[in-house]
């Protein structure tokens, strides 16, 4: 995304940015802050946490949650409508969810489609060993104290 969006400065390459990333220097600030920062009001408000390998694991219960966090009980066919149409394959042929109707000046669609593979895992592709392990690091001392662990592939 960051690759893509015009409205940020270029991020340099993938080495600068994960380095830039961990140390909360990118656009909307540290996702960590954010992250733990949302994890833990959840406790005092109403705040319902979805993961994307849940969703790739089982999109359907998923939305399920999302009915029952908000006090919906929908029939069949309506969780069945609404897991076709969000499910990734729909929304990456969708341009209103897929970006491909923002303009170039603002999106550089040509660096990436913004829905890429909808795929868990693919960080492998990207990271090297030596930044996996720093990665890991670094998440393990800036989550301390928290009990919120993802999960990164199926």
């Known amino acids: 995304f960051d690759l ?3 409205f940020q400065p270029h991020p340099g390459t993938w080495a600068q940015y994960l380095e ?12 960590y802050d954010h992250v733990k920062d949302y994890w833990e009001r959840r406790k005092d ?3 319902l946490y979805l ?3 849940d969703l790739k694991e089982d999109l359907r219960r998923e939305i399920a949650k999302v ?3 908000l006090g919906r009980e929908l029939p069949e066919a309506a969780l069945d409508a609404i897991t076709q149409h969000t499910s990734f394959e729909a929304m990456r042929d ?3 969810t897929n970006y491909s109707m923002v303009p170039s000046q603002f999106m550089d669609h040509s660096v990436s489609p913004f829905m890429r593979k909808g795929t ?5 592709n990207h990271f090297t060993v030596a930044q996996s392990e720093r990665f890991d690091q670094d998440y393990v001392q800036k989550m301390s104290g928290t009990d919120l662990h993802f ?4």
């Not at 990333?21 to 600030?29: I, P, W």
């Not at 868990?120 to 492998?124: E, I, R, S, V």
């Not at 999960?151 to 199926?154: A, L, P």
């Open 51 to 53: 993961f994307y390998e």
């Open 151 to 154: 999960r990164t592939e199926i």
């Open 20 to 31: 830039k990333f961990m140390a909360g220097k990118v656009a909307y600030g540290s996702w």
């Open 4 to 6: 893509m969006n015009k």
């Open 120 to 124: 868990t895992g693919d960080w492998k």
């Open 45 to 47: 408000h109403p705040i």
């Open 67 to 69: 009915a029952q966090f």
């Open 94 to 96: 969708n341009p209103t």
